[in-house]
Nanobody
Framework: QVQLVESGGGLVQAGGSLRLSCVAS????????MGWYRQAPGNRRDLVAT???????NYADSVKDRFTVSGDNAKNTIFLQMNSLKPEDTAAYYC?????????????WGQGTQVTVSS
């Protein structure tokens, strides 16, 4: 059983910053990558940023130069530093982990943390 626990969401004014954390625990296997996705009401869940164990990162165009994803491999933890937040960043943010175990590739999601940006 793998658990992803997110923290750090909240309410912030436009232009402000928040830092999200996600800790993975359990029988994880080999982590391929971890990342963050977000979903606003009525919308699909979209990629925000991902990071591999070697530090390779990937970002959605809408957050480049404002958000930074980082990780601590020893603690199976990733972070999302969000700066210059905009009202359109308001969404539930979900941590994601893809790993390879004995029976193949596995996908795991956290429960989500709400980020609300007021104008």
């Amino acid at each position: 059983q793998v658990q992803l626990v997110e923290s750090g969401g909240g309410l912030v004014q436009a232009g402000g910053s928040l830092r999200l954390s996600c800790v993975a625990s359990g029988t994880i296997g080999r982590i391929n990558f971890m990342g963050w996705y977000r979903q606003a009401p009525g919308n699909r869940r979209d990629l925000v940023a991902t990071i591999t164990g070697t530090g390779y990162t990937n970002y959605a165009d809408s957050v480049k130069d404002r958000f930074t994803v980082s990780g601590d491999n020893a603690k199976n933890t990733i972070f999302l530093q969000m700066n210059s937040l905009k009202p359109e960043d308001t969404a539930a943010y979900y941590c994601y982990l893809r790993s390879t175990g004995l029976i193949g590739t596995n996908n795991y999601w956290g429960q989500g943390t709400q980020v609300t940006v007021s104008s």
